[in-house]
């Protein structure tokens, strides 16, 4: 018994000493583990990286730029319930337990060897305060001493801060999946809608996700099948600790959770090009941390209904221009059908189309194909959805004809006849993209995406804020801003300022200019000759101004005469109609520009000099530097859509200068504007109490760039372009509407700028590597995208007249000659004078100088015999032949109409004005009195379009 009592004495001795030493052990260990715990006070200054978001003009949450899809909201604005699952998920003694729960550390640790012998990770150890902690001070090292750490800091943040405050801290921070960090976003994210609107089920599953959100999508069947586990132990948590009844619990349980995509859907495809234009410009003024982690509010100009019709009519337009040209062909061919799915999943298709499908023709007839699809359609029925209709979404069948677009490609644009034999389209196993018809379900037309691009913007032209911006047909495709971003010439588009130029040097839109054969001597043209003589060229420069020979081919050659090299040098500069060889003699400015008149704008900016020209090119923001080039005076040289609609709005809204922009307003992460769009200080807004009826006057500081009254003349022409000229096309809408097309050499851009009083908007349409289009000008290409942009746009809206300014007189005069004449009077119309210039009955109407023995071809020095002589009997004078440096000393930048003009000349007999300018040379040596009709051939246009340069 001694000995018993000896051995436990033993016993009790080591193990008080070992006990000491693992005390000693564990405090050694608990302060090595715990120094330099880090201090909780900079929670209290947390800030986290909170993404931007962009609104549309209406509110509309269009985007967000983020790193991590954070918004950060106080604890007072996360409803209660919601508050209330995330405790019951995960700490239950949350508000009794002073940051840690000893209850449940205990009831982890029984628990821990059976889940390690399970192979599974500890968990359920830390309370919400633990895992602040863990979080934002210690990180997530899994060891025993990340977990002591983690304790002690957990003791002192209950001591520094409140409940509520831990509580906003951890569900702020977590990470919900579908990158969403903070339950504010992950209410957006997951459900399409802020958290006051989400219901007890869906709060339940918000509390489900921090536990692994990965584990518990419900995009998929096994995690759905997790979600709802889960969601029903925290409905039953909530019901238990008294947040919601068990009946409630048992509803939510039965309830169905249907996640959405916030930004999937036609209007968010639309803006995407105008998003990335905002993302670009707000990254440039802040830097990359603001724009991604700096919380900014960013408030666009968009019109999302306006972005839609532009994005809906760009892409119907250009669809409808490529079906012009006929089918290329399928987008690929499989062979064989076993496991035809899998090899038509493997197949590259064209992104972003709409309700198009993937089609593998399965059988040929001359008449029909049969079609089969793997697409999302017919991959699974729907809820409720029979065999037979399913089947009808897995096959389909496409109809020759319903095919006659589908002509093959030929040359130059140009389509073959429509196919007659399916047989000769399509063999099986060729992958095609194909539409659903609404008159059958089963039957299909066939589709092809454009190869051809473009753009649309549109623009409040009052104050520049742009309301749509499409740059391309789709921008998965290719992101690249057609708008923004692509430098192309605007040809005709450009003529209106160049009109404009010349009512300010005593034009009117009456007065008569010639449309004839023009030629002038390059400003380079001794260049072409130096080349000859320094390089060698095998003959002498022919340079005789002949109307068949406009241009000298060089040819250099080597040694033995071989040519190593061919360039051609232009030394005359020759503008053509549209119409080739047609010409209409003396026409007034407003039929120039409603036709499109090259000669004419030529010939006008010749005689006014391109001083004008190019103040107002460079002065109203379409290009920075304008040359005095003739050719520049019908859009030779390169701008972008935006700069060219910013000129039209200009023209639109009086002469004042605007600046286009994209941002109304941005604001901080703490709600502090930073940026407004055109701020204006209101003196008379700054008042207590406002008892005046009446609105403040904002003051209008814009810069005057164009005189109202030419600004308004130009644009009532321009209400005649679409009225009577190349943009007729848009006249059916029935509305004030404006514009201008525009076409390029070799039809390689197609543009129509147009307007309403309160809206101005622009469309091109060309190739990104510059082509041909086929012969299709502006009036053709463009002009109906614009067209369709603008019956969207306006419907609904009042009729809205243009505005005229102080300074007008609206005066009869005969349409075709601009001389004065009365209402009612056959082909009267009211034409827009500067007051003063007006013509009178009984007055002379005067005429631009249109040809002198300084510049005419006889006298001058050039040989025409031979170009007179095959004209036939005709009797001509010569064409305008003027060399450039001769003419800058007679018809400087000052001159003007009225010193170049002599009523009083007596006029020689009016010449017919030949249709072929190769074989007749017109002109006229003196101007025609106002009573004399010069005797012009007008030939019949079977379709005016627009003017090339």
């Not at 169905?256 to 670009?280: I, N």
């Not at 724009?291 to 892409?315: M, P, V």
């Not at 502090?672 to 207590?688: P, Y």
């Not at 009083?904 to 003196?926: F, G, K, Q, R, Y």
Request: charged letters at 30%; one cysteine or more; a negative charge.
């Amino acid at each position: 018994m001694t000995k018993f009592w000896q051995i436990l004495k033993w016993l009790v001795i080591s193990g008080a000493v070992i006990g000491v030493f693992l005390m000693i052990f564990a405090l050694v260990y608990f302060i090595r583990a715990t120094k330099d715990l880090p201090s909780v006070e900079a929670l209290s200054d947390y800030k986290p990286p909170v993404m931007s978001r962009v609104h549309a003009g209406d509110g509309k949450l269009i985007s967000e730029f983020r790193k991590e899809a954070r918004v950060f909201v106080p604890i007072e604005t996360i409803p209660k319930q919601l508050q209330h699952a995330f405790v019951a998920a995960e700490d239950k003694r949350f508000y009794s337990h002073n940051g840690w729960d000893p209850i449940g550390l205990s009831r982890a640790a029984l628990m821990a060897v059976p889940t390690k012998l399970q192979g599974r990770r500890v968990g359920g150890t830390s309370t919400i305060t633990q895992q602040v902690a863990k979080n934002f001070l210690v990180g997530d090292e899994y060891s025993i001493d990340r977990k002591l750490r983690e304790i002690m800091i957990a003791r002192r943040m209950e001591k520094a801060l409140t409940k509520d405050e831990i509580l906003e801290l951890y569900v702020n921070e977590i990470y919900f999946g579908r990158g969403a960090y903070g339950v504010a976003a992950a209410s957006l994210n997951y459900f399409g809608k802020p958290m006051h609107e989400l219901d007890i089920a869906e709060n339940a599953y918000m509390a489900v996700l921090p536990k692994g959100p990965n584990n518990y999508q419900l995009s998929n069947e096994r995690g759905f099948e997790r979600a709802k586990t889960r969601q029903s132990y925290v409905l039953g948590r909530m019901a238990e600790d008294g947040y919601i009844t068990e009946s409630e619990a048992e509803a939510a349980r039965l309830q169905d959770l249907v996640v959405v995509d916030r930004f999937d859907g036609d209007e968010y495809l639309a803006a995407e090009y105008f998003v990335e234009e905002a993302r670009k410009q707000i990254f440039n003024m802040y830097g990359e941390d603001e724009l991604y982690e700096g919380g900014l509010s960013i408030r666009t100009t968009l019109d999302t209904r306006l972005q839609l019709a532009g994005r809906n009519a760009l892409r119907s337009g250009l669809e409808a221009f490529d079906m012009r040209r006929g089918y290329r062909g399928p987008i690929a061919s499989i062979d064989g059908f076993s496991d035809w799915k899998a090899k038509l999943d493997a197949v590259d298709v064209p992104s972003d189309i709409g309700n198009w499908r993937v089609a593998l023709v399965m059988n040929v007839s001359k008449d029909k194909a049969e079609l089969a699809f793997d697409d999302d359609l017919s991959r699974a029925p729907d809820d409720g959805e029979s065999t037979e209709d399913f089947d009808i979404k897995a096959k389909g069948e496409l109809y020759v004809k319903d095919m006659a677009w589908a002509g093959k490609p030929l040359e130059n644009g140009r389509r073959g006849p429509a196919p007659e034999d399916m047989t000769k389209m399509f063999s099986p196993g060729d992958v095609i993209l194909v539409e659903r018809q609404n008159v059958d379900a089963e039957r299909y037309n066939l589709r092809q995406v454009p190869n051809v691009n473009g753009g649309l913007v549109a623009m409040d032209p009052h104050t520049g804020r742009v309301l749509a911006l499409v740059g391309g047909y789709s921008f998965e495709q290719s992101q690249f801003n057609r708008v923004t971003q692509a430098y192309r010439q605007p040809g005709s588009a450009f003529k209106p300022f160049v009109y404009a130029a010349a009512l300010e040097e005593g034009y009117t839109p009456a007065t008569q200019v010639l449309d004839a054969p023009f030629i002038i001597e390059r400003d380079d043209a001794d260049e072409c000759r130096e080349i000859q003589e320094e390089e060698g060229a095998d003959a002498p420069v022919d340079d005789t101004p002949s109307l068949r020979r406009t241009r000298t081919k060089l040819v250099k050659t080597d040694d033995e005469g071989n040519p190593i090299e061919d360039e051609e040098c232009e030394v005359f500069y020759k503008p053509a109609n549209y119409n080739q060889g047609q010409f209409y003699g003396l026409k007034t400015l407003r039929f120039g520009l409603e036709k499109s008149k090259n000669a004419m704008t030529v010939r006008m900016a010749n005689d006014i000099g391109m001083g004008q020209v190019k103040r107002y090119g460079e002065d109203m923001g379409i290009y920075d530097e304008v040359k005095s080039e003739l050719a520049w005076a019908l859009g030779a040289g390169e701008t972008t859509m935006l700069r060219l609609a910013t000129g039209y709005s200009e023209l639109v809204n009086g002469g004042k200068k605007i600046t286009p922009t994209i941002l109304d307003r941005v604001q901080d992460g703490d709600g502090k504007t930073i940026f407004v769009h055109a701020n204006k200080t209101c003196t008379e807004c700054q008042v207590e109490e406002w008892t005046d009826g009446s609105p403040p006057a904002l003051p209008d500081d814009r810069e005057q760039v164009m005189d109202p009254v030419t600004a308004y003349q130009i644009t009532y022409m321009l209400k005649g372009v679409v009225d009577n000229g190349t943009g007729r096309s848009i006249s059916v809408l029935g509305r004030p509407l404006g514009g201008k097309t525009g076409t390029t050499n070799d039809y390689k851009d197609a543009w129509f700028m147009g307007f309403s009083p309160d809206l101005v908007a622009g469309v091109y349409v060309g190739y990104d590597t510059p082509r041909p289009l086929a012969n299709e000008a502006g009036g053709k290409a463009a002009a109906p995208i614009f067209r369709d942009f603008m019956r969207e746009a306006l419907k609904d809206k009042a009729v809205v007249p243009f505005r005229i300014p102080e300074g007008i007189t609206l005066s009869p005069v005969t349409r075709d000659t601009g001389e004065p004449s009365y209402i009612g009077a056959p082909d009267f119309i009211l034409e827009a004078f500067r007051a003063g210039t007006e013509p009178k009955l009984g007055d002379l109407s005067s005429t631009i100088r249109v040809g002198t023995a300084r510049d005419s071809f006889f006298g001058g020095g050039f040989d025409f015999e031979d170009d007179v002589a095959e004209a036939g009997d005709s009797t001509v004078d010569g064409a305008d032949v003027i060399n450039e440096d001769d003419n800058k000393e007679t018809l400087g930048e000052d001159s003007n109409v009225g010193e170049n003009a002599l009523p009083d000349t007596p006029s020689p007999a009016a010449t017919p004005v030949l249709a072929d300018p190769e074989t007749s040379v017109p002109t006229v040596n003196n101007p025609l009195p106002a009573d004399v009709k010069p005797d012009t051939v007008e030939p019949k246009e079977d379709e005016l379009e627009d003017g090339l340069y």
